[in-house]
């Protein structure tokens, strides 16, 4: 096994070296990247994507045989550790077993667990998308660990007693090995509490920048009150009193219509 991994080892340096001094061997490794890509995507579209339509694409620089070889060398240096757990997949592992703490089995109860669980896992999923921007948290941090924070996270703003949360953090300890109240664990939800912050100021502050140009841009209130307060002026009395007096104004037409007061027109030959 030892000599299987430095032969490896071996060969993926190689093919480092090489792709720095070639630079078609560096295109090669790009377009077999692209092929493992599209393997490991959900898209319809990258399922049409074989090595035959990389080498039509690349106006066949490249044969298939090497695409398909650059493939192997490719998952040789990686080990075939090709699908990495992400943060948001083990959230739904640790939300699965925080729904097993409640042993409430009537109809209202498992609606009220069901509503739970559903608000647990939006807000879990909305801190771990903030965090992706985060270099921090998405890189620095192990994705188990930002998953378990935005669970910890999602639950401390849900009415989940006290015996449910000593109970989760229990089977988070006896099954994952993670302990919830570390050290790591606490400066995660911090974290995620200040992404969250962050990202919700910018969000406000946009909306309220556009609003602002959207009302400038149609008329303006100039009041002491908030806008929401304001109101428009009544109507003076010598006002009221023109407008009562007054004979109404016969409608004259609009400066962009044309009535026509001819007959049809014929065009001479």
């Known amino acids: 096994k030892n000599n299987n991994i430095s032969s490896v080892s071996n060969k993926h340096s190689e093919m480092v070296a ?4 070639d630079a078609s061997v560096y295109q ?3 377009i077999s990247a692209l092929f493992l890509a599209a393997k490991q995507s959900d898209n319809r579209a990258s399922a049409d994507v ?3 339509v990389l080498a039509r694409v690349s106006h066949m620089s490249y ?3 090497e695409i398909l070889s650059m493939e192997t060398t490719l998952l040789d240096a990686l080990h075939w550790r090709l699908c990495a757990p992400t943060a948001l997949g083990v959230a739904h592992h640790a939300i699965a077993l925080l729904a097993k703490q409640d042993r409430r089995r ?3 109860g498992e609606e009220r667990q069901r509503q739970r669980m559903d608000s647990v896992i939006d807000f879990a999923r ?3 998308e903030l965090s992706a921007s985060d270099y921090a948290i998405s ?3 192990r994705p188990s660990t930002t998953a378990l924070a935005a669970v910890l996270n999602s639950v401390e703003l849900l009415d989940f007693t006290a015996r449910e949360k000593r109970s989760f953090g229990r089977s988070m300890s006896e099954l994952a090995r993670m302990d919830v109240r570390s050290e790591e664990m606490e400066e995660a939800r911090t974290e995620l509490h200040r992404v969250f912050d962050r990202q919700s100021e910018d969000v406000m502050s946009r909306a309220t920048l556009s609003s602002s140009k959207a009302d400038k841009s149609v008329y303006t209130v100039k009041s002491s009150r908030s806008p929401v307060d304001a109101r428009f002026a009544t109507p003076r009395s010598s006002d009221r009193r023109r407008r009562k007096g007054s004979r109404p104004r016969k409608q004259k037409p609009s400066p962009t219509s044309v009535e026509p007061r001819c007959g049809k027109l014929k065009l001479e030959p």
């Open 18 to 21: 090489e792709a720095k001094r």
């Open 28 to 30: 090669l490794i790009g």
């Open 126 to 128: 909305l801190q771990i």
């Open 50 to 52: 074989d090595a035959e």
């Open 139 to 141: 890189v620095l941090r």
């Open 106 to 108: 009537d109809a209202r």
């Open 63 to 65: 044969s298939i045989d």
